[in-house]
């Protein structure tokens, strides 16, 4: 099984605390210190990678929680693989992640989104994605704020 990335646990910490603010700037919510515990051994034991499978269950379910709230594919529409590059140009997953996508642990998604955000060579993180929100705020704009991008048709 794939691991969980202690900046994921690091994000996951946030998120809750965001979500549930300390009331005193002391105590944290149970998620935060269930996901706290985790973070502070693998700091202790200068691990950068936890198991999924052995996470105890209420920091597991506090790092799901965080996890439903992440964008699920990197996909961009763009799938240079079913063209038949090895490595997506659009989203940078292999063939075999895109093909195995729909039955990853979201350990083993992490995994991938870290890898390919780390290599940052896909079309994904260039200027593509920068134009898109330049031109209307948004990364997926809807279809209507796209309308002054298209020609006047003319009769």
């Not at 603010?21 to 210190?33: K, M």
């Not at 997506?88 to 063939?95: D, I, L, Q, S, V």
């Not at 093909?99 to 290599?119: F, G, N």
Request: one cysteine or more.
């Amino acid at each position: 099984m794939a691991g969980i990335h202690i900046t994921d646990i690091e994000s996951a910490i946030n998120w809750w605390r965001d979500r549930h603010p300390s009331p005193d700037g002391i105590t944290a919510c149970a998620q935060v210190r269930a996901l706290a515990e985790v973070y502070a051994l693998m700091v202790y034991y200068h691990e950068s990678v936890c198991d999924e499978d052995s996470m105890p269950s209420k920091a597991r379910d506090a790092w799901l929680g965080w996890y439903a709230s992440t964008p699920d594919a990197p996909c961009i529409a763009i799938c240079s693989t079913s063209q038949g590059d090895n490595v997506c140009k659009g989203c940078g997953r292999t063939f075999d992640e895109v093909q195995r996508w729909p039955v990853m642990t979201p350990a083993e998604k992490r995994a991938t989104w870290r890898r390919i955000t780390m290599e940052a060579t896909a079309w994904r993180f260039n200027r593509y994605a920068e134009r898109a929100r330049e031109a209307t705020g948004a990364d997926h704009p809807p279809p209507e704020s796209l309308e002054h991008l298209t020609p006047e048709r003319t009769a």
